[in-house]
Nanobody, 122 residues
Framework: QVQLVESGGGLVQAGGSLRLSCAASGSIFSINGMAWYRQAPGKQRDLVAVVTSGGSTMYADSVKGRFTISRDNAKKTVYLQMNNLKPEDTAVYYC????????????????WGQGSQVTVSS
């Protein structure tokens, strides 16, 4: 079984920074795409940033220039560095990984982290 464990959320003032981490564990053959999503109260879950297995990144327009996604393949971990945070960034942040499992056949599965609350005060 594969588990994703997030850490690093919290309360910060506008203009501040936070770093989220998400580590995978379990019987993993390889990890393909890694991503961060967020969900504000009463809203749908939106994509924030993606990093591919090759290291290419993509960001939502609302976070470009402020957030940086990165990955450490050896640690099976994805990070989200969030700078110049704004009150509208307040949400529960979820990591997602596309993980290849080799048994009984090699196949990709998507897994989610448990969610981390990020609250930005004005």
């Amino acid at each position: 079984q594969v588990q994703l464990v997030e850490s690093g959320g919290g309360l910060v003032q506008a203009g501040g920074s936070l770093r989220l981490s998400c580590a995978a564990s379990g019987s993993i053959f390889s990890i393909n795409g890694m991503a961060w999503y967020r969900q504000a109260p009463g809203k749908q879950r939106d994509l924030v940033a993606v990093v591919t297995s090759g290291g290419s990144t993509m960001y939502a327009d609302s976070v470009k220039g402020r957030f940086t996604i990165s990955r450490d393949n050896a640690k099976k971990t994805v990070y989200l560095q969030m700078n110049n945070l704004k009150p509208e960034d307040t949400a529960v942040y979820y990591c997602k990984m596309v993980v290849a499992i080799s048994y009984p056949i090699l196949k990709n599965y998507s897994y989610w982290g448990q969610g981390s609350q990020v609250t930005v005060s004005s």
